[in-house]
């Protein structure tokens, strides 16, 4: 079957019309707190800095989109009008100090554009504010451990749970934390390096052994919050999934006592095992 022009035009129009719906579309798919079929977007932000995070990208996405599409302009210019067929005799004009003055300058504007909000996000992401309470996460093959030392000093293991859902993100004991606080999240590894990354939060660092690397994130928002072992360490890296349930206040109190009582006999309990040492 032939096409005429003007049903090409419109096949490609049609497309482009279902690239942009699939585009938009990414938010439909999108579940708060863990990734989504077909997400190819970052997850929705459930904390200030993956606010930032993502308007950062957004920025940039748009920046270059803008810069790419000048540049194809300009080459398809030059295609078009100045080669040897169309443009036989060519100009011998060498410099030109308005377009030389213009084509450092203006990069040199754009770059600085971009340094202003980059620096003021890694200042953001880097410079912990005064915490309300700091969880240890110890990295170990191939499971979380999770310590609240402010909160009555229990520690608990956080395993995968083969049977909850999501698939390979569901774990027995999820790390409870309360909403609109500053959490201090200490980590490090108790074997070889692992890596604490939730992706809603906007934080990853490494775990590393005989090291205390320490982030911050303050969740906005209710619900469960999912992430994984963000370097590999070992065969059951992809099985140490990283679960964050976001609580108000009264149910985190609540939890507290219970998680104090419920984890008080826990082997893992370091600060326990610590005290039977002592006596
Ligand atoms: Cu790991």
């Not at 140490?240 to 998680?259: G, S």
């Amino acid at each position: 079957m032939k096409m005429s022009k003007g049903q090409i035009g419109r096949r490609l129009l049609g497309l482009a019309v279902a690239g942009m719906a699939l585009v938009a579309g990414g938010t439909a798919f999108a579940e708060l707190g863990q990734p989504a079929p077909w997400e190819f977007k970052l997850q929705e932000a459930g904390s200030p800095v993956m606010e930032n995070i993502t308007w950062f990208h957004n920025f940039l996405f748009v920046l270059i989109t803008v810069i790419t599409l000048f540049v194809l302009a300009l080459l398809i210019i030059v295609v078009v009008k100045f080669n040897a067929k169309a443009n036989p005799v060519p100009s011998k004009t060498t410099h030109n100090t308005l377009i030389e003055v213009a084509w450092t300058l203006i990069p040199v504007l754009i770059l600085v554009g971009i340094a202003v909000p980059s620096f003021r996000l890694l200042f953001q992401e880097l410079d912990i504010p005064k915490a309300d309470l700091t969880i240890k996460a110890t990295g170990k093959q191939w499971y979380w451990s999770y310590a609240y030392p402010d909160n009555g000093k229990f520690e608990f293991d956080s395993l995968l749970a083969q049977d909850k859902q999501p698939r390979l993100l569901g774990v027995d004991n999820e790390m409870v934390v309360p909403i609109n606080k500053v959490v201090r999240i200490q980590t490090t590894g108790a074997d070889v390096i692992h890596s604490f990354a939730v992706p809603a939060f906007g934080i990853k660092i490494d775990s590393v052994p005989g090291r205390l690397n320490e982030t911050w994130f303050k969740a906005t928002k209710l619900g469960m919050f999912y992430g994984q072992c963000s370097e590999l360490c070992g065969k059951d890296h992809a099985f140490m999934p990283i679960a964050v349930r976001v609580v108000n206040d009264q149910e985190f109190a609540a939890w507290t006592e219970a998680a104090k009582k419920k984890f008080a006999t826990n082997p893992a309990n370091s600060f326990a095992s610590a005290g039977a040492a002592a006596q």
